[in-house]
Nanobody
Framework: QVRLVESGGGLVQAGGSLRLSCTTS????????MSWYRQAPGKQRELVAV???????NYADSVKGRFTISRDNAKNTAYLQMNNLKPEDTAVYYC?????????????WGQGTQVTVSS
């Protein structure tokens, strides 16, 4: 059974930091690209950061220089270090595992963790 479990969310003041974790089971973690998405109330889900199976990273412009995505293949876990948080970072944060599956991709999602940044 595939499981992705996010943790580490919470309430923080603007300028503060949080570290999100996405612990996985039931997948071959090392073969998956791991991504963090977020969805704010009334808005579409957006990509925040991605780390490929070989460790290449990419970030949304809005978080560059503030957020860092990483992975620990030995622990089957991906992380999102979020520094200098802003109220506009408030959202539910989801992790996604994606791997090639034939000509398509196989995606698995976590249930999300709430991040609230107060001004």
């Amino acid at each position: 059974q595939v499981r992705l479990v996010e943790s580490g969310g919470g309430l923080v003041q603007a300028g503060g930091s949080l570290r999100l974790s996405c612990t996985t089971s039931g997948i071959i973690f090392s073969l998956n690209a791991m991504s963090w998405y977020r969805q704010a109330p009334g808005k579409q889900r957006e990509l925040v950061a991605v780390i490929t199976s070989v460790g290449d990273t990419n970030y949304a412009d809005s978080v560059k220089g503030r957020f860092t995505i990483s992975r620990d293949n030995a622990k089957n876990t991906a992380y999102l270090q979020m520094n200098n948080l802003k109220p506009e970072d408030t959202a539910v944060y989801y992790c996604q595992a994606r791997r090639p599956y034939g000509a398509r991709y196989l995606d698995n999602w976590g249930q999300g963790t709430q991040v609230t940044v107060s001004s």
